[in-house]
């Protein structure tokens, strides 16, 4: 397991920009697949981006896909979400979370860190 910590949320005007990061801590970072996910209230839980244990390989929820993008620095432990294009829907906690390299690439399930979370709101 890793330790994760998110950070980089808060207040933007629809059609604007953000970027969140989310720090690692432990020994199992570069071996974990990453994920972001967000849950507004009275929402389930929405799988936003996957990234691959190297960075080379991604994947995005169809509600965000060409809006963000996912990326990850191994040297610094961080995984960063660039959000463009910001809409009210996306108003939601996001998360950040890791899942070990046995659950595969990109994986969908086996996410076994997760960090405290971070608001991002998003004003009409």
């Known amino acids: 397991q890793v330790q994760l910590v998110e950070s980089g949320g808060g207040l933007v005007q629809a059609g604007g920009s953000l970027r969140l990061s989310c720090v690692a801590s432990g020994l199992t970072f570069s071996a974990d697949a990453m994920g972001w996910f967000r849950q507004a209230p009275g929402k389930e839980r929405e799988l936003v981006a996957t990234?691959?244990?190297?960075?080379?390989?991604?994947q995005y929820g169809d509600s965000v896909k060409g809006r963000i993008t996912i990326s990850r620095d191994n040297d610094k432990k961080t995984v960063f979400l660039q959000m463009n294009s910001l809409k009210p829907e996306d108003t939601a906690v996001y998360y950040c979370?890791?899942?070990?390299?046995?659950?595969?690439?990109?994986?969908?399930?086996?996410?076994?860190?997760w960090g405290q979370g971070t608001q991002v709101t998003v004003s009409s």
């Open positions: 979370a890791a899942a070990p390299g046995r659950y595969g690439e990109l994986p969908t399930s086996g996410f076994d860190s």
């Open positions: 990234i691959n244990w190297s960075g080379s390989r991604t």
